[in-house]
């Protein structure tokens, strides 16, 4: 056997023992998930319920479905309907040193993105009128929230699996691109549990719907075997670009023709790339992160003089990154953000009404 075929043998036999592993891991995660969820279903745990509307809104896969998009434009709906909302974080990535932490009170943001993470500190300085709070323990701080807010609806950001506190409403969202990957569980694929616990979703939410990737698969998927879910379809639409030293706000159609230095650490990059060309600009360097990565100073130092090399208009990012390297960027730099938001494609009277009438429900029920 000559040198290339022992070679291809090594590096097979490499990666079948690496298979392997991660199928032990899977399976051992796959068991702990399952004897969780027959705790609960046996009533040996119960989850915990707080007087006031819960609304979950998550996915079974790993990151990149949305889900923090959807939280914004639930809690803006919320602000503009008169109810009082705040939202409840696990603070991921956060290096806090107390168990739980008020990253906004609706009207200061109290946290920095060490102490509390990208996501809640995104969420906080977006949605500056709406408390944003953060635990492992989401009962703690729902509570916190109504003894401090008086919140008529609390959103659970990333709950699907936090199923130690009751919900009014579970909602799920599943990527129309995607979709359940491999259909393998954590770290064979991109499962967080076994894909037949959609059913414990009382709305299904395919999210970034395009021409190429419609959802047509993932609603026959639905509606074959969850025929009960309500399914609704979403896209995401660029909102704003945001030059966040010069404090300047322009429409997304600024970038048309603009030579940029494009680059984002979130769980799909590519996506907002996509995003960056829809717009009509002209990407003449890309760079991708790791999701909620914290950048170095060479990092940023590379970024800047890619930007002078190449003589390009600004440097590009997403509103999460801009989170991690604010205050580390020279406020010389010409850089900006793309804001994108989420909207229903179809349905959106049907859904929202639902909402309200939950809320309402709710505000009766606890009021006697």
Same mark, same amino acid.
């Given at each position: 056997? @000559?040198?290339?075929? +022992?070679? *291809?043998?090594h590096?097979t036999?490499?990666? @079948? ?5 991660l199928?032990i891991?899977s399976?051992?995660?796959?068991l ?12 040996f745990l119960r989850?915990k319920?707080?007087?006031?509307h819960?609304? $979950? %809104?998550?996915n ?8 923090t ?5 639930l809690a803006? +709906? ?11 974080s ?5 290096k806090?040193? @107390? ?23 995104m ?10 709070? !953060?635990?492992k323990?989401?009962?703690k !701080? ?13 959103l659970l950001?990333?709950?699907y699996?936090?199923?130690s506190?009751?919900?009014?409403? @579970? %909602?799920?969202?599943?990527d ?9 569980l ?16 009382d709305? %299904? *939410? %395919? ?10 698969k993932?609603v ?5 075997n969850?025929?009960?879910?309500? !399914?609704?379809?979403?896209r ?9 030293i ?8 600024i970038?048309k ?5 494009v ?5 799909h990059?590519?996506?907002?790339l996509d995003?960056?060309?829809s717009?009509g ?7 991708a992160?790791s ?11 590379e970024?800047v003089? +890619?930007?002078?090399q $190449?003589n ?6 997403t509103e999460?990154? +801009? !989170? ?8 010389d730099l010409?850089i ?9 494609? $179809?349905?959106?009277?049907?859904f929202?009404? $639902? ?13 006697h």
């Amino acid at each position: 056997m @000559n040198a290339i075929n +022992w070679s *291809i043998l090594h590096t097979t036999k490499e990666k @079948n023992l690496f298979t392997f592993f991660l199928k032990i891991f899977s399976f051992l995660y796959s068991l702990t998930i399952q004897l969780r969820l027959i705790a609960y279903k046996s009533g040996f745990l119960r989850a915990k319920r707080l007087p006031t509307h819960v609304i $979950s %809104i998550g996915n079974i896969t790993t990151g990149g479905t949305g889900k923090t998009p959807f939280v914004a434009m639930l809690a803006r +709906w919320a602000e503009t309907h008169g109810f009082k909302v705040a939202i409840l974080s696990r603070g991921y990535k956060g290096k806090r040193s @107390n168990d739980s932490l008020v990253v906004s009170d609706g009207k200061t943001v109290l946290a920095s993105v060490d102490d509390a993470g990208d996501e809640a500190v995104m969420l906080a300085t977006t949605l500056s009128s709406v408390p944003v709070l !953060i635990s492992k323990k989401r009962y703690k !701080i729902g509570s916190l929230a109504l003894k401090l807010f008086n919140s008529e609806l609390l959103l659970l950001d990333d709950g699907y699996q936090h199923i130690s506190l009751h919900r009014d409403v @579970n %909602i799920l969202l599943v990527d129309a691109k995607r979709r359940f990957g491999n259909r393998s569980l954590l770290p064979l694929g991109p499962l967080r549990e076994p894909i037949e616990q959609i059913k414990r979703a009382d709305i %299904i *939410i %395919i999210t970034k719907c395009t021409n190429t990737h419609s959802g047509d698969k993932l609603v026959d998927y639905f509606q074959k075997n969850f025929p009960a879910k309500s !399914i609704f379809r979403s896209r995401y639409f660029p909102d704003q670009v945001i030059f966040p030293i010069a404090g300047n706000t322009h429409p997304p159609d600024i970038l048309k023709g603009k030579n940029v230095v494009v680059f984002a650490g979130i769980a799909h990059p590519d996506d907002f790339l996509d995003t960056v060309t829809s717009c009509g600009a002209n990407i003449v360097h890309f760079k991708a992160f790791s999701d909620h990565h914290f950048f170095s100073n060479h990092e940023i130092e590379e970024l800047v003089s +890619w930007k002078k090399q $190449s003589n390009v208009d600004f440097l590009l990012t997403t509103e999460k990154d +801009w !989170i991690r390297i604010d205050r580390k960027i020279d406020p010389d730099l010409h850089i900006a953000i793309l804001t994108i938001k989420i909207g229903l494609l $179809s349905g959106a009277n049907t859904f929202f009404e $639902s909402i309200k009438q939950g809320i309402v429900r709710s505000k009766k029920r606890f009021s006697h």
